[in-house]
C-alpha cells in the first residue's frame, strides 16, 4: 500500500509539470515577448522594500535588474525565457518576501473618441476617401484655444481682442469657450486624445468676433466676414445670431461671392414655425438646425422655411480651453457637423465652387421621415453619402461614450 502510494505520488508530480509547462504556454494566447537576446521582462513584487539580497536572487536566476519601483516594493527585471517561466509560475509560493510576480505586459492608447453627432452623419465612413486635408475653415465665434492639444490653429484675426491680454497667447485666442467648442466638432485632431472632428485635417482658423461674454457687434461680425473671404477661406462657420443687419448681410453676399460657403446656426428660439435668425435666414447661407440621438428636432431648435440642412446638436462632446471636454447643446454645434462635412467635400475636388458643394450637401443628405421640412431643410446631412465613400465594410469605431444633456448654448 504504501509502495503504491509513492508511485502514485511520482506520476501525479510529472502530470503537475507537464500541465504547468502546458498551460504556461496557453496561458495568454499571445507569444511571450522576447527580446534580441532571448530576455523576457518580468514586474517581480516584494512584501518590503527589495534590497541587496533581493538582486543576488535576480542574479543567481540569470536575470538583471532593469528599473527599481521602491515606492511600491517592485523590480523590473529580466530573465531568459525558460527562467522567466519558472518565476511566473513559482517564485511567490517558494518565498514569503516575493508577493507577486508578472510579465512586463501592455497598454495601449484608447485613441480618440467619436462624439455621436460625428458618427451620426457617417463621417468615420468620410475618412475613408477624405478628411479635409487643405481645405481652409473660418470659425468666426469667440476665438479658438490655441493651447489646447486637440486642436491645430494655422491662424486667426480678431475684430474683437481676447481678454484680458496676459492670459492671451493671441489677439484671437478664446476667452469664453463657445468657439472652442465649435472648433472641435469641425477640426478635432486625430490623435489618440479626446475627440476626432469631422474633418481632423483642415487649415482651421480662428477669427474671433464675439467677446468673452459671447456678444460681438454688426460691425465685428462682418469685419470678421470680410476677413474670412479675403483670406479664401473655403468654409465660414458662424455659430451666432440675432438680427438682420444690412451691413452684415452685404458681407455675407461679398464672401458668398469670392467663392466661400457660409453655414450658420438657425437659433435657439424654437419651437415656432418661423424663428429662424440671421445671418443663418440669408440666402446665401446655409441654415442649420438642431437634432437629437433620436433623429428629432430638438424642441429649442429654431424652425422655418429658411433651414436648408439638419445636424447632431444636442450633448454634443468637443473641445474646450483648458485642454478639457465638455458636451453642450445648441444648433451653434450643429452648424459645425455641415462645416466639416462642406470641407471634407471640397478637399475631394479643389475646383468646385460654393454652389456645387452647397448642392451635393443637399442631394446626399438623409431624409428623417419624422420631421417637417421646416424642421430639417433637405435633410441630415450625410458626411459619408456627401463624398461618395465605399460602402464597404470597415472596421468598427469605438462606441461614443455617454454624455450628459445640458441646456442649449
Not at 510529472?14 to 523576457?40: H, K, Q, S, Y
Not at 479635409?132 to 465665434?141: F, I, N, P, R, Y
Not at 492639444?149 to 484680458?164: K, R, T
Not at 460681438?216 to 440675432?242: P, Q, R
Amino acid at each position: 500500500m504504501k509502495k503504491e502510494n509513492y508511485f502514485l505520488k511520482i506520476f501525479a508530480g510529472l502530470f503537475l509539470v507537464v500541465f504547468l509547462i502546458i498551460g504556461l504556454g496557453l496561458n495568454t494566447g499571445e507569444a511571450r515577448p522576447v527580446d534580441e537576446n532571448g530576455l523576457v521582462e518580468v514586474l517581480v513584487g516584494f512584501e518590503g522594500v527589495p534590497g541587496q539580497s533581493a538582486h543576488n536572487f535576480v542574479r543567481s536566476q540569470g536575470g538583471g535588474v532593469v528599473k527599481e519601483l521602491n515606492q511600491i516594493n517592485v523590480l523590473l527585471i529580466t530573465l531568459p525565457e525558460k527562467a522567466a517561466e519558472k518565476a511566473i509560475s513559482g517564485w511567490s509560493s517558494r518565498s514569503s518576501q516575493i508577493s507577486f510576480v508578472e510579465e512586463n505586459g501592455m497598454m495601449y492608447a484608447h485613441g480618440d473618441v467619436i462624439p455621436w453627432g460625428v458618427e451620426r452623419i457617417e463621417a468615420p465612413r468620410a475618412h475613408t476617401v477624405s478628411t479635409g486635408q487643405g481645405v481652409k475653415v473660418a470659425v468666426l465665434d469667440t476665438g479658438i484655444d490655441s493651447r489646447h492639444e486637440d486642436l491645430n490653429v494655422a491662424g486667426g484675426y480678431a475684430a474683437v481682442n481676447c481678454f484680458p491680454p496676459a492670459r492671451c497667447a493671441n489677439s484671437w485666442d478664446d476667452d469664453h469657450g463657445h468657439g472652442t467648442h465649435v472648433a472641435g466638432t469641425v477640426a478635432a485632431l486625430k490623435n489618440n486624445k479626446g475627440v476626432l472632428g469631422v474633418a481632423h485635417d483642415v487649415e482651421l482658423y480662428a477669427v474671433k468676433v464675439l467677446d468673452r461674454q459671447g456678444g460681438g457687434s454688426w460691425a465685428g461680425v462682418a469685419e470678421g466676414i470680410i476677413w474670412a473671404a479675403d483670406n479664401e477661406m473655403k468654409v465660414i462657420n458662424m455659430s451666432l445670431g440675432g438680427g438682420h443687419s444690412e451691413t452684415v448681410q452685404s458681407a455675407v453676399e461679398y464672401a458668398f461671392s469670392e467663392g466661400s460657403l457660409l453655414v450658420a446656426s438657425a437659433g435657439n428660439s424654437g419651437p415656432g414655425e418661423d424663428t429662424v435668425g440671421y445671418p443663418a435666414a440669408y440666402s446665401e447661407v446655409i441654415a442649420v438646425s438642431a437634432t437629437d440621438k433620436d433623429d428629432n428636432i430638438a424642441s429649442w431648435s429654431s424652425r422655418g422655411e429658411q433651414v436648408e440642412l439638419a445636424a447632431p446638436g444636442v450633448s454634443i462632446l468637443s473641445t474646450v480651453p483648458g485642454n478639457k471636454y465638455e458636451a453642450w447643446s445648441g444648433t451653434s454645434m450643429a452648424a459645425p457637423h455641415v462645416s466639416g462635412t462642406a470641407a471634407l467635400v471640397w478637399a475631394m475636388g479643389n475646383s468646385l465652387t460654393n454652389n456645387e458643394v452647397k448642392e451635393i450637401l443637399q442631394t446626399t443628405v438623409e431624409r428623417l421621415e419624422n420631421l417637417e421640412s421646416t424642421e430639417q431643410g433637405y435633410g441630415l446631412v450625410n458626411a459619408g453619402d456627401a463624398v461618395g465613400a465605399d460602402e464597404q465594410e470597415t472596421e468598427p469605431d469605438p462606441e461614443p461614450e455617454p454624455e450628459p444633456d445640458p441646456e442649449p448654448d
